[in-house]
Nanobody
Framework: QVQLVESGGGLVQAGGSLRLSCAASGRNFMNYAMGWFRQAPGKEREFVAAIGWSGTTTYAADSVKGRFTISRDNAKNTVYLQMNSLKPEDTAVYYC??????????????WGQGTQVTVSS
């Protein structure tokens, strides 16, 4: 059974940084893309960033480009989201997700429980 466990969320001031981690277990993740999504109160869940199996292909939402960086360590089955220059509008629950295949923005079928990120102004 696939399990995704996020960590690294917390409270940070605007302009600060956080690094989220997501540890995956339960199967061989070869050819699995991994992504980060977020959901703010009263809003729909939105795509943040994703990375292909090899780590050479990444994609990020316009709202976070230049500030957030996604990476993965396949030896550890872990994906990271480095978040810099955080803004209050980045406040949300951040979810890790994974799926088999190369399309990065949709079709995720395994999800973590989420980690709260709060950015104060």
């Amino acid at each position: 059974q696939v399990q995704l466990v996020e960590s690294g969320g917390g409270l940070v001031q605007a302009g600060g940084s956080l690094r989220l981690s997501c540890a995956a277990s339960g199967r061989n993740f070869m050819n699995y893309a991994m992504g980060w999504f977020r959901q703010a109160p009263g809003k729909e869940r939105e795509f943040v960033a994703a990375i292909g199996w090899s780590g050479t292909t990444t994609y990020a939402a316009d709202s976070v480009k230049g500030r957030f960086t996604i990476s993965r360590d396949n030896a550890k089955n872990t994906v990271y989201l480095q978040m810099n220059s955080l803004k209050p509008e980045d406040t949300a629950v951040y979810y890790c997700a994974t799926k088999r295949g190369s399309i990065l923005t949709t079709g995720y079928n395994y999800w973590g429980q989420g980690t709260q990120v709060t950015v104060s102004s």
